[in-house]
């Protein structure tokens, strides 16, 4: 797993917790150094090993641990990746685009980078389904970085975002939908 990712999540535990629950999760985890290189690629054993331990520590679910994390993510790849943005893009446009333009960028960049496949169908200017396809099982970071899209956007008020299977399989399937503006968001989809 890209480089960055870890920088960030390295970031993420020590400004939602703080720098010895840092250090204390790396030695829980096994693993040699706290410190990672942005144009590295690590093994997806230790993402695995911090995000299990971290949870072990916290009592959060890993699941919960990781839409919160991709939620956190969204504004630094946003920034990372703000060449490829379209200006009008909102929400729903940005994950109908990820596939051809980040995600193929990301490939583009390191012959290690594995972002995961993102089928996605637009069913109308509101509403689209996602596929996500990964051996890393990462759906709820998927789940997470949509909400993340979302507050980013300044949609997070009408974006209903379901995984329809489990967040845990290979493929996970995402629909996701945005209300029209000044509706409640109740009930299901
Ligand atoms: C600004 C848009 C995006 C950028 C710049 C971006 C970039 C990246 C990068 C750099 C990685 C690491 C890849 C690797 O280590 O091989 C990654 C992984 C990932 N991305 Fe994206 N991404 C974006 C949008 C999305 C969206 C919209 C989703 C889901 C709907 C998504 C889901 C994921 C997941 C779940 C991973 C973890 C790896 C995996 O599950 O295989 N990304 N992305």
């Keep these: 797993m890209h480089g960055t ?20 999760l ?25 995000v ?9 679910p890993a699941n919960e641990l990781h ?13 990372m990746y703000q060449k490829l943005i379209q200006p009008n893009w909102k929400t729903l446009d940005m994950i ?10 990301v490939r583009s960049e390191h012959a290690k980078n594995s972002p995961p496949v993102l089928h996605v169908v637009r069913h109308s200017p509101d509403k689209l389904e996602i596929t996500y396809v990964s051996q890393r099982r990462m759906g709820a970071l998927a789940v997470g970085i949509v909400r993340g899209l979302a507050t980013y956007f300044d949609e997070a008020d009408r974006i209903v975002v379901e ?21 409640p968001r109740v009930g299901s989809m």
């Design 5 to 24: 990712v870890f920088i960030l999540l390295k970031r993420y535990v020590q400004t939602q917790y703080d720098h010895s629950t840092w250090v204390r």
């Design 26 to 50: 790396v030695e829980a985890a096994g693993l040699t150094s706290g410190d990672f290189d942005h144009k590295e690629v690590y093994p997806d054993e230790h993402m695995y090993a911090l």
């Design 52 to 60: 299990g331990k971290a949870a072990q520590m916290t009592g959060v």
């Design 67 to 79: 839409e919160k994390f991709g939620e956190y993510l969204v504004p630094d790849l946003m920034y």
């Design 96 to 105: 109908e685009h990820t596939e051809n333009t980040m995600h193929k960028k």
């Design 163 to 183: 995984p329809e299977t489990s967040e845990n399989g290979e493929r996970v399937l995402i629909r996701v939908q945005r209300l029209p503006a000044g509706l």
